[in-house]
């Protein structure tokens, strides 16, 4: 009878896992999303894919493709936060193209010298999936600058 309620025990968690990878969390990190934009009292625009993003400064000359090469200083966070990631001031080099779909979309706001704030629903991160530190579902806020298109 223990090992019965062992293994229906065992079983019961790899079925909990297995249906957070098949949830939705559209609904829920808009409305946190929301929540934060009001607790922080941010004026954020939000594009039809579902990206929330403020220009702070927009800078100047041509905005990226999702095809360019660019280097931005960046600070990662959650709605709590807490901090996942940060670049130095120097910032890092990459694909538009080589980064999450939040990432792809939201540095294309911004030209040269431009800074603001992305705030990237796991739909345009990394999904259902956890990543690192990142939980599967988080909701991401980047503080980003743009400082260069190569």
Same mark, same amino acid.
């Not at 939000?46 to 403020?54: N, V």
């Not at 080099?93 to 779909?101: A, C, D, E, R, Y």
């Not at 990142?134 to 980047?142: A, D, E, H």
């Given at each position: 009878?223990?090992?019965?309620? &062992?293994?229906?025990?065992?079983? /019961? @968690?790899?079925?909990?896992?297995?249906?957070?990878?098949?949830? *939705?969390?559209?609904? %829920?990190?808009? #409305?946190?999303?929301?929540?934060?934009?009001?607790?922080?009292?941010? /004026?954020?625009?939000?594009?039809?894919?579902? @990206?929330?993003?403020?220009?702070?400064? =927009?800078? &100047?000359?041509?905005?990226?493709?999702a095809n360019s %090469?660019?280097?931005?200083?960046?600070?990662?966070?959650?709605?709590? $936060?807490?901090?996942? *990631? #940060?670049?130095?001031?120097? !910032?890092?080099?990459?694909?538009?193209? #080589?980064?999450?779909? !939040?990432?792809?979309? $939201?540095?294309?706001?911004?030209? &040269? $010298?431009?800074? $603001?704030?992305?705030?990237?629903?796991?739909? @345009?991160?990394? !999904?259902?999936?956890? /990543?690192?530190?990142? =939980?599967? !579902?988080?909701?991401?806020?980047?503080?980003?600058?743009? @400082?260069?298109?190569?």
């Amino acid at each position: 009878m223990k090992h019965f309620l &062992t293994a229906l025990l065992a079983l /019961t @968690l790899f079925i909990s896992c297995d249906k957070e990878k098949d949830i *939705d969390y559209a609904t %829920k990190n808009e #409305q946190e999303i929301k929540d934060y934009i009001a607790k922080n009292n941010l /004026t954020a625009q939000r594009s039809d894919s579902g @990206l929330y993003y403020i220009i702070t400064n =927009p800078g &100047t000359g041509a905005n990226p493709t999702a095809n360019s %090469k660019v280097t931005v200083a960046y600070k990662g966070y959650f709605t709590n $936060g807490t901090v996942f *990631d #940060q670049s130095s001031a120097e !910032g890092i080099s990459f694909g538009l193209n #080589q980064v999450i779909q !939040g990432w792809t979309e $939201g540095i294309s706001y911004f030209k &040269t $010298g431009g800074n $603001g704030i992305l705030l990237i629903p796991s739909q @345009l991160g990394y !999904g259902n999936n956890s /990543t690192g530190r990142i =939980p599967g !579902g988080s909701v991401l806020i980047f503080e980003v600058k743009l @400082l260069s298109t190569n």
